[in-house]
C-alpha cells in the first residue's frame, strides 16, 4: 500500500519532509502519525491509513515533494525479525554516488546533491548532472553576487503567495477605501488595560461591525448565484514573518472576550513566527485583518483579499497630527489611517464606508464596545 | 595600543599550523600563536613519538626474518636511551621543517598565551609583556585536554599516562594498558614485541569490523598480549608494581604487573584561552562548527579537538585547510564519513568506510569478502603472511561500502580504499585498474575479485559465488 502526500490544506501544492516518525519494518496502527511534513503554511502530519508495517520510504527528510506523490510503502502483517534489524530512523541508504569533484561543483554552485538525479552509471551524479540542475533550478544565492542584477528565490512560500495573490486579483474587482481614525482616546483606555493590545481590540471591533455588516463576513457563491453570509466570525490575522506572509485565524472572535482573543492572538502569532501552525490554525477564515502599524512608516495600502473572502482590512500606523476640533481648535491627536479593500461585486462603496464609521466609532470611543459586549 | 591583524590562528598543533599555512597561501596576512613548541602536541607529544615506538617494536620483531634470509648481524638488544635521542632529535627536525615552511609563507609567529577578550579581540600574554590585537577573523585551534578515569592516583611511580608510556626509559616487565581507542593497543603491543607481558584491559569492544576485531585478537594473542574487552577497573593498588581489579562479562579478576598505563580521551577545555567570556554556541562541551568551521560568532572559527568529532590529528589538518580557504572565499567542505581508522600495531590495521554490521544497519543488502594476505605471494615472500582483507559491498550494485584490513601495507593500502570509497566506486573498478606485480597491492585486488569467488590465489574459497 502506498501513503501518499495528500491536500491537507487550502490550495496546498507541495510539502517538505520534515521527519519520518517510525522505522522501517515498524509496525504501526491506523491513524498512527507516520511523517511530518511543512508546507508553506504549517506543519501536519500523516497518519497510517491501515494497520501494517513501514516496508521502506520512497522520500528522504528535506525532500519537496507535490501532492500526490508517494511518501513511504506499507505492507501488512506483522514485522519480520530481518526487518526488525532495520527498523532504526538511520536504515536508509545514504551514500551518495559522486566523484569528489562533482561534489565540489555541486557545493560551489550551491546545490544539495540529494536534490540531483544521476544521468550516470546506477544513478551516478555527473559533472553535466550539476550543470543541468543549475539551469532548471538555478540556487538560491546566500551572498548574492554583484552582478547586473542580484536573485532570490522565487519558491515555496513566495511563490504560493504569488499565485494566490494573482488568482485573487485576477477573480475579484478590487475596490479600497481609506479613512483615518482618532485613537487617542482608545490609547487613553488602554492604559488601564494594559494586558489587551490595540490588535486584539480591533479584531473585537471588527466582529462586532461584522454581525451588522454580514456582507463582509460573507463568501460568494457564483454557481450557485448566491452569498452565503456566515455566522461564524473567523478572523485571519496577517502576520510577517521571515518566510513571507502567513495568516493564522482566531476562531469564533464573536463568541470571544478580549482577554481570549489577546491570548489566542499571540500563542498565534508566537506559532506563526516559528512556522508551527497546524493545518485547522491557518485555514478557514471568514474576514481578513493586516495590522501593519507596529512596522511604521505606511499611511495606506491597497490590500489584496484573501480569497475567497469577501474584504480585508488594513491597519497603519498610528502618528500624532495637528487635527481640528469641533469648536475650530487645532489639537494635536493621535490619528491612525485603515484601509479596507473589498469585493465590489458583492458590496458597494456605500456600505465598506459604513462600515469602517462604525469601526471608527468604536475606536475613537472605545466606552461605546461596552454597550455591544454579549 | 591595540594592534590590528587580518587573521590570527590560537595554537600551533596540527589544526592549527596547516590552517595558517593554507591561509597564507591564499593570500590572507597570519598571525599564529602558540604557548608551546609549533606542532602541538601531535608532533611533540602524541602522534610522532608514538610512531616512534611502535616502528622501533616493529622493525625489532622483524629481525627473526631478516637472519632468516641471511642478514648477519650480532644479538640484538634494546638501547631506550639511544631510542630517546633519536625521537628527540626527529622531534626537532620534523618542528624546525614547520617552522621553516611558515616562515617562508611569511606567518607572523607569536609565542604566548592567548585569551580573548571579546568577539574580535585577542590579549597574548609572554612573559611579562602583554599585548591587544584586533582582529577581523580567529581560528580556535587549541586542541584538547586529557582527561582520565577517576579513583587512580596518577601520582604512583608505577602508573603512566600513555604519553609517560611512550618515552619509558627501561621495558616494563609486566606491563597493563588501559584504555579506549588504537592508543592502547598500540602501546600494549609495542611493548609485547619489546618483551614485555602485556595486558590490555579495553573499555569497550575493539573498534573495528567484527572480522577484523577476531583477527586482531588472535594476532595480540600470538603476540602474548591478553586482550580482554568490555572491562571496568575497580580497584589499583601499587606497592612496587600495580594490581589492578577489574570487572568484565567474565566476572570480577584481578591482574598484576609492574606498570600500568592509562590512556585518557581527548576533551575540549573550554576555560582556556578565554573561550568562556564569548557567547559560543556548543554541543557536547564542544563549539558548535558548521562544515566550513564557522562559529556562532562571526569571525570566530574553530577547528580540531575543541569541535565535535574525535580528537584526531587527521580531522583538524583536514578542518584546519577547509576553514582557512572558507576565510578566503573558497568554498569547502569536512565529510568524515571515508575517515580511515588506523592502528600501527604490528602487522597494522586500518579501515574506511562502513563495516558490515554498520551497512545493514543502514539499511544495505549486503556481500562481503575475506581474503587472507598468506595468499599474496609477495607478503609470503616478506614472511608477512598474517592478517586479511574484509570488503563489504551492497547486492546488486557491487557499491563498495566498505575496506577492512589488518596486515603489512595496511595503512599505505587503505589509502586506495579511502579514494574508492570518495569516488563511490564499485568492484569493477578495483579490478579493472593494473596492479604493480609483485606487490601487496595485489592483495586488495584479490580482496575484490573475492566478492564474486574470482580471487585466483585462493585456493579454497570462503564464499561461494555470490552474484
Redesign the interface.
Known amino acids: 500500500m502506498e501513503v501518499k502526500l495528500h491536500d491537507i490544506g487550502e490550495g496546498m501544492t507541495e510539502a517538505t519532509i520534515n521527519a519520518f516518525l517510525v522505522g522501517?519494518g515498524e509496525q504501526v496502527r491506523a491513524d498512527q502519525p507516520l511523517v511530518e511534513v511543512q508546507t508553506d503554511k504549517m506543519t501536519a502530519e500523516i497518519p497510517a491509513p491501515a494497520n501494517g508495517i513501514i516496508k521502506g520510504f520512497n522520500v528522504k527528510e528535506g525532500d519537496t515533494i507535490r501532492v500526490g506523490e508517494t511518501v513511504l510503502i506499507m505492507g501488512s502483517g506483522k514485522a519480520s525479525t530481518a526487518a526488525k534489524?532495520?527498523s532504526?530512523a538511520?536504515?536508509?541508504?545514504?551514500?551518495?554516488?559522486?566523484?569528489?569533484f562533482t561534489?565540489?561543483l555541486a557545493?560551489?554552485a550551491g546545490i544539495p546533491l540529494e536534490k540531483v538525479r544521476g544521468s550516470g552509471p546506477?544513478g551516478?551524479i555527473m559533472d553535466e548532472d550539476i550543470h543541468s540542475h543549475l539551469q532548471v533550478e538555478p540556487p538560491p544565492q546566500e551572498t548574492p553576487v554583484r552582478t547586473e542584477a542580484d536573485s532570490i528565490p522565487f519558491r515555496g512560500r513566495r511563490k504560493q503567495i504569488a499565485s494566490k495573490m494573482v488568482r485573487s486579483v485576477r477573480t475579484i474587482p478590487h475596490c479600497t477605501h481609506f479613512e483615518e481614525i482618532d485613537v487617542t482616546e482608545l490609547l487613553a483606555w488602554k492604559r488601564d488595560v494594559p494586558d489587551v493590545s490595540m490588535g486584539a481590540f480591533f479584531i473585537k471591533a471588527l466582529s462586532i461591525c461584522l454581525k451588522e455588516f454580514p456582507i463582509f463576513n460573507g463568501r460568494l457563491d457564483e454557481e450557485q448565484e448566491c452569498v452565503h453570509l456566515q455566522h461564524a466570525h473567523h478572523i485571519g490575522v496577517a502576520v510577517d514573518t521571515e518566510e513571507g506572509l502567513i495568516v493564522p485565524v482566531i476562531r469564533h472572535v464573536e463568541e470571544k472576550t478580549l482577554k481570549d482573543i489577546q491570548k489566542e492572538l499571540k500563542a498565534l502569532t508566537n506559532k506563526a513566527l516559528n512556522q508551527t501552525l497546524t493545518v485547522k490554525e491557518a485555514s478557514g477564515g471568514t474576514f481578513t485583518v493586516s495590522n501593519v502599524g507596529p512596522l511604521g512608516g505606511s499611511i495606506g495600502a491597497t490590500p489584496i483579499i484573501n480569497e475567497p473572502e469577501v474584504a480585508l482590512i488594513s491597519f497603519h500606523k498610528t502618528k500624532k497630527r495637528p487635527m481640528v476640533n469641533e469648536s475650530d481648535e487645532i489639537v494635536i491627536r493621535s490619528m491612525m489611517n485603515v484601509s479596507m479593500s473589498f469585493d465590489h461585486r458583492v458590496a458597494d462603496g456605500g456600505t465598506a464606508v459604513r462600515f469602517t464609521n462604525r469601526l471608527r466609532d468604536f475606536i475613537e470611543k472605545p466606552g461605546i464596545l461596552l454597550m455591544e459586549m454579549i | 595600543m591595540v594592534e590590528k591583524r587580518d587573521l590570527m590562528v590560537i595554537g600551533g598543533g596540527p589544526g592549527g599550523y596547516h590552517a595558517a599555512l593554507r591561509a597564507a597561501q591564499l593570500g590572507k596576512q597570519v598571525t599564529l600563536i602558540e604557548q608551546g613548541e609549533i606542532g602541538g602536541a601531535c608532533l611533540n607529544e602524541g602522534c610522532i613519538p608514538s610512531k616512534i615506538l611502535t616502528h622501533f617494536a616493529s622493525e625489532f620483531r622483524k629481525q627473526g626474518h631478516l637472519q632468516k634470509m641471511g642478514m648477519v648481524m650480532g644479538e640484538a638488544s634494546i638501547d631506550l636511551a639511544k631510542l630517546k635521542s633519536f625521537r628527540e632529535e626527529k622531534i626537532k627536525g620534523l618542528r624546525a621543517g614547520v617552522e621553516g615552511l611558515l616562515r617562508s609563507r611569511g606567518v607572523e609567529v607569536i609565542n604566548g598565551t592567548a585569551s580573548f577578550l571579546s568577539e574580535n579581540r585577542i590579549g597574548i600574554e609572554s612573559g611579562h609583556q602583554f599585548s591587544l590585537f584586533e582582529f577581523k577573523q580567529a581560528i580556535v585551534a587549541i586542541g584538547g585536554k586529557m582527561v582520565y578515569p577517576p579513583g587512580i592516583s596518577m601520582e604512583s611511580p608505577f602508573v603512566l599516562t600513555e604519553r609517560e608510556a611512550l618515552t619509558m626509559t627501561e621495558i616494563p616487565e609486566g606491563l597493563i594498558v588501559s584504555g579506549h581507542d588504537y592508543v592502547a593497543i598500540e602501546i600494549a603491543a609495542a611493548y609485547a614485541a619489546l618483551g614485555s607481558t602485556v595486558t590490555l584491559l579495553m573499555e569497550g569492544r575493539l573498534p573495528f569490523d567484527q572480522s577484523i576485531e577476531r583477527e586482531m585478537k588472535r594476532l595480540l594473542k600470538k603476540q602474548k598480549v591478553s586482550v580482554v574487552t568490555e572491562v571496568t577497573i575497580m580497584s589499583v593498588s601499587d606497592d612496587g608494581g600495580v594490581e589492578v581489579d577489574y570487572e568484565s562479562s567474565a566476572g570480577t579478576r584481578q591482574v598484576n604487573g609492574t606498570h600500568l598505563v592509562l590512556c585518557g580521551k581527548s576533551e575540549a577545555d573550554l576555560s582556556r584561552a578565554g573561550l568562556d567570556r564569548l557567547p559560543l554556541e556548543c554541543e557536547g562541551g564542544k563549539i558548535k562548527v558548521d562544515g566550513e568551521g564557522r562559529t556562532s560568532i562571526p569571525g570566530v572559527w574553530a577547528i580540531g579537538d575543541v569541535t565535535p568529532g574525535p580528537g584526531l590529528a587527521i580531522k583538524a589538518i583536514k578542518e584546519g585547510k577547509v576553514a582557512a580557504g572558507a576565510i578566503a572565499g573558497d568554498?569547502?567542505?569536512v565529510d568524515l564519513e571515508w575517515l580511515p581508522a588506523i592502528v600501527q600495531m604490528d602487522p597494522p590495521v586500518a579501515c574506511a568506510g562502513w563495516s558490515e554490521e554498520e551497512a545493514?544497519?543502514?539499511?544495505?543488502e549486503v556481500v562481503c569478502s575475506e581474503y587472507p594476505f598468506r595468499a599474496n605471494g609477495f607478503a609470503g615472500l616478506k614472511e608477512e603472511t598474517d592478517g586479511m582483507i574484509k570488503i563489504v559491498s551492497?547486492k546488486g550494485?557491487s557499491?563498495i561500502?566498505g575496506i577492512h584490513m589488518i596486515g603489512s601495507g595496511a595503512v599505505e593500502l587503505i589509502s586506495a580504499g579511502v579514494l574508492g570509497l570518495?569516488?563511490?566506486a564499485?568492484a569493477e573498478d578495483f579490478t579493472f585498474p593494473l596492479y604493480p606485480h609483485p606487490s601487496s597491492n595485489e592483495a586488495l585486488m584479490e580482496a575484490v575479485e573475492e566478492l564474486t569467488g574470482h580471487a585466483v590465489h585462493l585456493q579454497r574459497r570462503r564464499k561461494k559465488a555470490v552474484q
Not at chain 1, 538511520?90 to 569528489?100: E, H, L, N, Y
Not at chain 2, 545493514?360 to 544495505?364: A, I, L
Open positions: 522501517v534489524r532495520a532504526s538511520t536504515a536508509q541508504k545514504t551514500r551518495i554516488m559522486a566523484s569528489p561534489r565540489k557545493r560551489e546506477a551516478r | 568554498k569547502g567542505e545493514e544497519n543502514r539499511g544495505y551492497e550494485t557499491l561500502l570518495e569516488m563511490a564499485r
